[in-house]
């Protein structure tokens, strides 16, 4: 793996000399191995290698000849099937993952990408064709972000390099708009752009082309949706344990492997399947996780774990009685002002962030891991999303779609006496979800649904016509949610792809370890997509996937439907122990803003004030929408400093 940047010019004009060095100075605070670039008058190609797999040694990049130019940012998982596929060695186990994924591409083009697994991010340069190619993994694990500046592409990694370079149009009202708008964790609808207008983002499963005159896009995969239809259950749950294991194996490459651990399903899964792995290689697997600061009591309710320690050590229990071994680590935040801690984060992950406290913990276990040489960090996070999805009403929908009422009434009797609902509550539900399915509408409601207690201006609701575009999206999922076929296309999140991606992407060139998601892993999702529905939720097991399927490799802990963890459950403990400190910032913050157009800061204000009278029934997010809001006008402050298409002070 690695960060990539470059700029080229398709009509020969020459660059200013000090590109290559504008281009590459904001990575010489990154943990990069080794730095590599290739100039020429008219383009820039080059990449910062972090050794992250054996086989990152060996890498040279970029690779030129006569006909190409190319620089990559890559961890194939297909490695050694590709290599049989171009007649290379199969004994040399220097080959680099950067040489194979450039000679696929020279050799096939673009009919090469859905053979391609794992992450990345590359440019391609066809010298004869004067055609440039920027292309993502299929599930964004990797970023690749561009502009186009008076007939010059650039392109990076990360973002500023290419503003300090090429400049920027101003701040992207849109993104802006979109991401206070968003009520909850998510970061923009448009994920293809940035928070700079001109710059934007290669999406996931996405090829851009550039030939100086007119800019392309394309999706290049597009997942079979045909229905698996397998002969019987145990007939799943094999397939979906060869998938897991394959996704997990290709990943345990480098000489030490952690894991951000949970007392969930997910981290669980992976950990049940790696440990195992690692033990036959004689290794131990690193596991990293959140625990709330000593002495904190939570408040939250007996089903919200606030404390996961007990639930990952009796996970360690469990694999070591199978002769693996784990070394547990336990992280909390004492100490850590998670207000103060914004401006470097911002500057890490270059955007305005919501999860004020959960990206700090997740910083800081990368950089624990890479104090106990780990290179290459698991995680489970789209699990939620794939083996681990919870659609039990989703299920009991379809069943109601296809006229199957019976069928209807038994199954949702099961799931009452799974979660010990009492006979009256389980009629009280199924009648509530017959109610939703066959009376709510679809047109979408008010605003007041889809915003809440978001602090966006009015002003801004109309100018970037937010209400309707959201009204749009919220028609389309009532619609999914009744119907099973509709709503696989969900599990192909380009959205989330975009904000997991960000995210490991930049914490990996800030800490020199990479965070790999198996469940990510492009074979999984396919398998999950083409899921008939009673494989998700039946019988009262919701999850089945995982606590049906793979119970005989987990430990029974994790398995209860009544307990779920709750990461950064003290942070609300924590900000109010400092809340007079805080409030007055957030004051000053809102107070010199007033006259911002995308932002009601005056709403804002009279929050803080009902704050100061006590934090009784306050939810964490209020206190989270408070702080990621002002973030985002200091934010906006920032970027609005420079002058529009300016140039950083570097040139």
Same mark, same amino acid.
């Given at each position: 793996?690695?960060?990539?940047?470059?700029?080229?010019?398709?009509?020969?004009? =020459?660059? !200013?000399?000090?590109?290559?060095? *504008?281009?590459? /100075?904001?990575?010489?605070?990154?943990?990069?191995?080794?730095?590599?670039?290739?100039?020429?008058?008219?383009?820039?190609?080059?990449? *910062?290698?972090?050794?992250?797999?054996?086989?990152?040694?060996?890498?040279?990049?970029?690779?030129?000849?006569?006909?190409?130019?190319?620089?990559?940012?890559?961890?194939?998982?297909?490695? #050694?099937?590709?290599?049989?596929?171009?007649?290379?060695?199969?004994?040399?186990?220097?080959?680099?993952?950067?040489?194979?994924?450039?000679?696929?591409?020279?050799?096939?083009?673009?009919?090469?990408?859905? #053979?391609?697994?794992?992450?990345?991010?590359?440019?391609?340069?066809?010298?004869?064709?004067?055609?440039?190619?920027?292309?993502?993994?299929?599930?964004?694990?990797?970023?690749?972000?561009?502009?186009?500046?008076?007939?010059?592409?650039?392109?990076?990694?990360?973002?500023?390099?290419?503003?300090?370079?090429?400049?920027?149009?101003?701040?992207?009202?849109?993104?802006?708009?979109?991401?206070?708008?968003?009520?909850?964790?998510?970061?923009?609808?448009?994920?293809?752009?940035?928070?700079?207008?001109?710059?934007?983002?290669?999406?996931?499963?996405?090829?851009?082309?550039?030939?100086?005159?007119?800019?392309?896009?394309?999706?290049?995969?597009?997942?079979?949706?045909?229905?698996?239809?397998?002969?019987?259950?145990?007939?799943?749950?094999?397939?979906?344990?060869?998938?897991?294991?394959?996704?997990?194996?290709?990943?345990?490459?480098?000489?030490?492997?952690?894991?951000?651990?949970?007392?969930?399903?997910?981290?669980?899964?992976?950990?049940?399947?790696?440990?195992?792995?690692?033990?036959?290689? *004689?290794?131990?697997?690193?596991?990293?996780?959140?625990?709330? =600061?000593?002495?904190?009591?939570?408040?939250?309710?007996?089903?919200?774990?606030?404390?996961?320690?007990?639930?990952?050590?009796?996970?360690?229990?469990?694999?070591?009685?199978?002769?693996?071994?784990?070394?547990?680590?336990?992280?909390?935040?004492?100490?850590?002002?998670?207000?103060?801690?914004?401006?470097?984060?911002?500057?890490?992950? +270059?955007? !305005?962030?919501?999860?004020?406290?959960?990206?700090?913990?997740?910083?800081?276990? /990368?950089?624990?891991?890479?104090?106990?040489?780990?290179?290459?960090?698991?995680?489970?996070?789209?699990?939620?999303?794939?083996?681990?999805?919870?659609?039990?009403?989703?299920?009991? @929908?379809?069943?109601?779609?296809?006229?199957? &009422?019976?069928?209807?009434?038994?199954?949702?009797?099961?799931?009452?006496?799974?979660?010990?609902?009492?006979?009256?509550?389980?009629?009280?539900?199924?009648?509530?979800?017959?109610?939703?399915?066959?009376?709510?509408?679809?047109?979408? @409601?008010?605003?007041?649904?889809?915003?809440?207690?978001?602090?966006?201006?009015?002003?801004?609701?109309?100018?970037?016509?937010?209400?309707?575009?959201?009204?749009?999206?919220?028609?389309?999922?009532?619609?999914?949610?009744?119907?099973?076929?509709?709503?696989? +296309?969900?599990?192909?999140?380009? /959205?989330? &792809?975009?904000? /997991?991606?960000?995210? @490991?992407?930049?914490?990996?060139?800030?800490?020199?370890?990479?965070?790999?998601? !198996?469940?990510?892993?492009?074979?999984? %999702?396919? &398998?999950?997509?083409?899921?008939?529905?009673?494989?998700?939720?039946?019988?009262?097991?919701?999850?089945?996937?995982?606590?049906?399927?793979?119970?005989?490799?987990? !430990?029974?802990?994790?398995?209860?439907?009544?307990?779920?963890?709750?990461?950064?459950?003290?942070?609300?403990?924590?900000?109010?122990?400092?809340?007079? @400190?805080?409030?007055?910032?957030?004051?000053? %913050?809102?107070? +010199?803003?007033?006259?911002?157009?995308?932002?009601?800061?005056?709403?804002?204000?009279?929050?803080?004030?009902?704050?100061?009278?006590?934090?009784?029934?306050?939810?964490?997010?209020?206190?989270?929408?408070?702080?990621?809001?002002?973030?985002?006008?200091? &934010?906006?402050?920032?970027?609005?400093?420079?002058?529009?298409?300016?140039?950083?002070?570097?040139?």
């Amino acid at each position: 793996m690695s960060a990539i940047w470059g700029a080229v010019s398709l009509d020969n004009a =020459v660059l !200013p000399a000090d590109t290559a060095i *504008g281009l590459r /100075q904001p990575y010489t605070s990154c943990e990069i191995d080794r730095f590599e670039e290739h100039v020429e008058a008219d383009c820039v190609f080059g990449c *910062g290698i972090q050794y992250f797999t054996p086989e990152a040694h060996f890498e040279k990049l970029p690779l030129t000849n006569d006909s190409y130019i190319f620089t990559a940012d890559v961890m194939l998982d297909n490695r #050694d099937e590709l290599i049989v596929r171009l007649g290379m060695d199969e004994s040399d186990k220097t080959i680099p993952d950067g040489a194979i994924l450039c000679e696929m591409f020279a050799k096939f083009g673009e009919a090469c990408l859905n #053979d391609l697994l794992g992450a990345y991010a590359f440019v391609f340069y066809d010298k004869m064709e004067k055609r440039l190619s920027l292309v993502s993994d299929p599930t964004g694990n990797r970023c690749l972000h561009y502009r186009i500046h008076k007939d010059v592409l650039y392109f990076s990694t990360l973002i500023e390099p290419v503003t300090q370079v090429a400049g920027h149009e101003g701040v992207n009202e849109r993104w802006i708009s979109d991401f206070l708008a968003l009520d909850n964790l998510s970061i923009s609808k448009e994920h293809e752009e940035t928070p700079y207008m001109g710059v934007y983002k290669v999406a996931p499963r996405q090829i851009v082309t550039w030939n100086g005159k007119t800019l392309e896009k394309r999706l290049y995969w597009q997942p079979d949706t045909s229905l698996l239809l397998l002969d019987n259950d145990e007939a799943y749950a094999e397939l979906l344990r060869e998938l897991l294991a394959k996704s997990v194996e290709c990943l345990l490459r480098s000489d030490e492997t952690g894991l951000l651990l949970s007392g969930g399903l997910d981290s669980t899964a992976v950990a049940c399947y790696a440990a195992p792995m690692l033990r036959d290689k *004689g290794k131990t697997l690193h596991t990293y996780t959140s625990v709330p =600061v000593e002495g904190y009591v939570s408040t939250h309710p007996k089903t919200r774990v606030a404390d996961e320690s007990g639930d990952v050590l009796k996970t360690k229990a469990f694999l070591e009685s199978k002769g693996c071994k784990l070394d547990c680590r336990f992280i909390s935040l004492s100490g850590v002002n998670v207000w103060e801690s914004r401006a470097a984060m911002i500057a890490l992950v +270059e955007t !305005p962030y919501k999860p004020l406290q959960n990206y700090l913990w997740l910083i800081e276990g /990368q950089r624990m891991a890479r104090s106990d040489g780990v290179r290459v960090c698991l995680n489970g996070g789209y699990g939620n999303v794939s083996i681990s999805l919870n659609i039990s009403d989703g299920y009991l @929908n379809e069943l109601l779609r296809k006229g199957k &009422f019976i069928a209807y009434l038994q199954q949702a009797v099961r799931f009452g006496r799974v979660h010990r609902t009492g006979r009256k509550a389980t009629i009280l539900n199924a009648l509530k979800i017959a109610s939703a399915f066959y009376f709510s509408s679809t047109k979408g @409601n008010s605003g007041a649904t889809i915003l809440k207690k978001s602090y966006i201006s009015r002003e801004s609701l109309d100018k970037h016509d937010i209400i309707a575009r959201y009204h749009k999206d919220e028609r389309k999922a009532k619609e999914q949610s009744k119907n099973y076929e509709k709503y696989r +296309e969900l599990l192909v999140g380009d /959205q989330l &792809f975009s904000i /997991q991606g960000g995210a @490991n992407t930049r914490y990996s060139l800030q800490t020199g370890v990479i965070c790999r998601d !198996p469940m990510m892993d492009k074979r999984l %999702i396919e &398998f999950c997509v083409r899921l008939p529905v009673e494989q998700y939720a039946r019988d009262g097991v919701p999850r089945r996937l995982v606590r049906s399927y793979l119970a005989p490799d987990m !430990p029974a802990h994790v398995m209860s439907v009544f307990r779920r963890g709750l990461q950064s459950a003290d942070f609300l403990d924590s900000v109010s122990k400092d809340w007079k @400190n805080i409030s007055e910032d957030l004051r000053r %913050i809102y107070i +010199e803003n007033m006259d911002n157009p995308i932002v009601d800061c005056n709403r804002a204000l009279t929050d803080i004030e009902a704050l100061d009278n006590g934090f009784e029934s306050v939810r964490d997010f209020d206190i989270l929408r408070l702080g990621y809001t002002a973030m985002t006008l200091e &934010f906006v402050q920032k970027v609005s400093a420079r002058s529009e298409g300016s140039v950083g002070s570097w040139r």
